[in-house]
């Protein structure tokens, strides 16, 4: 069954930290993983788009790494600010071929923020 | 250019109701995608349309059904409506046949909450 286990759950860093939110992934066969960022009450927000060849990208503070080998993601965020406080889900792409398109999303980790 | 809009924004039924949800595409987008999120949960993908033809769908019933019309906005449509699909419902559209590619950034909506009692 296709999983994606994201940790931690929920964090609190103090407004200039940086942190780094992980993304493990069981989903085959792999075409991409996504980052998104959801605000309260809104849809969440593309960051960043990675397929099986780049293992680094970057958008802005936000910096996304991938293994493909371990099967893991981060997602290091810079010098935090306020308005980073969010849910922040990973995106795992599975693509069969025949029509089979398969989109696996984590439970999310929840940032905050405080000044 | 628009963003993806969805109606209604909250809704509240009744159990063994029935429920369409709305979605209009962003401009120039022919794909579109349907998924619930429960409440502290991730996303979940119900199914995909493109070009008025479902071509992709997760485990859900087929009491969970759609449309996509020919200006590629589409609906979502619940019958026999149970406890647990008391959730946030988002639609997404993209540019293209297969949404789990690099290329195709999805652009969600703000979601369409829905209370079943």
């Known amino acids: 069954k296709n999983q994606v286990e994201q940790s931690p759950q929920s964090l609190i860093i103090l407004e200039g930290k940086n942190c780094t939110l992980q993304?493990?992934?069981?989903?085959?066969?792999?075409?991409?993983l996504r980052w998104y960022k959801q605000d309260t009450g809104r849809g969440p927000v593309s960051l960043t788009i990675m397929t099986f060849s780049e293992n680094t990208k970057s958008n802005g503070r936000y910096t996304a790494t991938l293994d493909a080998d371990t099967k893991q993601s981060s997602l290091h965020i810079t010098a935090s600010q306020l308005s980073d406080s969010a849910s922040y889900i990973c995106?795992?792409?599975?693509?069969?071929?025949?029509?089979?398109?398969?989109?696996?999303f984590g439970k999310g980790t929840k940032l905050s923020v405080i000044p | 250019e628009t963003g993806v809009t969805q109606s209604p924004t909250h809704l509240i039924k009744t159990r063994g109701q029935q429920v369409t949800l709305r979605c209009s595409s962003q401009?120039?987008?022919?794909?579109v995608s349907w998924y619930q999120q429960a409440l502290g949960q991730g996303p979940q993908f119900i199914f995909q349309y493109y070009r008025e033809e479902e071509n992709g769908r997760g485990n859900f019933p087929p009491r969970f059904s759609g449309l996509q019309f020919p200006n590629y906005s589409s609906e979502l449509n619940v019958n026999a409506l149970e406890l647990d699909d008391s959730a946030l419902y988002l639609c997404?559209?993209?540019?293209?046949?297969?949404?789990?590619?690099?290329?195709?950034?999805?652009?969600f909506g703000a979601g369409s909450r829905l209370t079943v009692l």
């Open positions: 995106v795992v792409s599975a693509h069969s071929g025949a029509g089979s398109y398969q989109l696996t």
């Open positions: 993304c493990n992934y069981t989903v085959s066969p792999f075409s991409n």
């Open positions: 997404a559209s993209s540019l293209g046949r297969d949404i789990t590619l690099g290329a195709n950034v999805l652009t």
């Open positions: 401009s120039g987008h022919n794909t």
